[in-house]
């Protein structure tokens, strides 16, 4: 018998009653299980298995195992506002290509479960900023970013202003390394995400002044992008709603 921390990722039906669930766990990565009878009228399992739940598992069984006692530790309820449940969609849609199949990952299972509760309890005009530190931290776990005054190239400390950007690739670059196809990174962008990037994600929501410089959450939206390999159109959406 195992417990672990796990957050609801994925369900489907399984024969009449029953679900198979795909959980994002703490110490065991990502994983398929089956919760037996989860459709009957009075199984313990009802309110449970909703997407993005926050729960305390026990499992049996060999080969796929079967969902015992379960707690509900954080119901996403709070996610159900249209923005905050863009905002997460777009987030499980990244996170689940940055998750490594059968690889424990706590640092990055941490990251998810925080970023659930922040959506969910932050308040809405903070959610940019929330995004930008969020996708910062992805960034950094993935180690797809280095300091945000520096060239990736060369590692050189470079003025604020004379940083660049590729187009389609992370990083950034100083005059002499910039590519042919260069952007001129914002100054006041990359000052906001710099400062961001320096506080703890609890003081996200506070910060002074949120991001309404969109050209901050453009400069993530190509790192994640290219870090991922993939760039969701639910992250287009999401920032068409955000601004
Ligand atoms: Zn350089």
Redesign the pocket.
């Known amino acids: 018998m195992a417990v672990l921390r796990a957050i609801v990722w994925k369900r489907i039906d399984f024969r009449e009653s029953s679900r198979l669930v795909t959980l994002l766990t703490r110490e065991r990565g990502k994983m398929s299980v089956l919760a037996k009878g989860a459709h009957r009228p009075k199984s313990p399992l009802l309110g449970c298995l909703d997407f993005l739940n926050l729960l305390e598992v026990h499992l049996a069984g060999k080969g796929l195992p079967i969902l015992g006692r379960t707690k509900l530790l954080h119901e996403a309820r709070g996610l159900r506002e249209p923005r905050r449940f863009l905002a997460c969609n777009y987030l499980a849609e990244v996170f689940d290509r940055a998750w490594v199949d059968g690889r424990q990952d706590m640092e990055l299972f941490d990251l998810v479960e925080g970023s659930l509760l922040l959506i969910a309890g932050c308040p809405q005009e903070a959610l940019p900023q929330v995004l930008a530190g969020i996708e910062l931290r992805l960034l950094a776990i993935l180690g797809q970013i280095s300091a945000l005054d520096r060239?990736s190239?060369?590692d050189?400390l470079i003025e604020q202003d004379r940083l660049f950007m590729a187009k389609e690739v992370g990083g950034l670059?100083?005059d002499?390394?910039r590519p042919k196809s260069a952007l001129t990174a914002s100054k006041d962008a990359l000052l906001r995400l710099r400062e961001i990037d320096e506080s703890p994600g609890r003081r996200w929501p506070s910060l002074p002044g949120s991001i309404h410089d969109r050209r901050a959450l453009d400069i993530l939206g190509i790192w994640i992008g290219s870090a991922v390999e993939y760039m969701p159109r639910s992250r287009q959406r999401l920032l068409r709603q955000l601004h």
């Open positions: 060239c190239i060369c050189r670059y100083c002499r390394h």
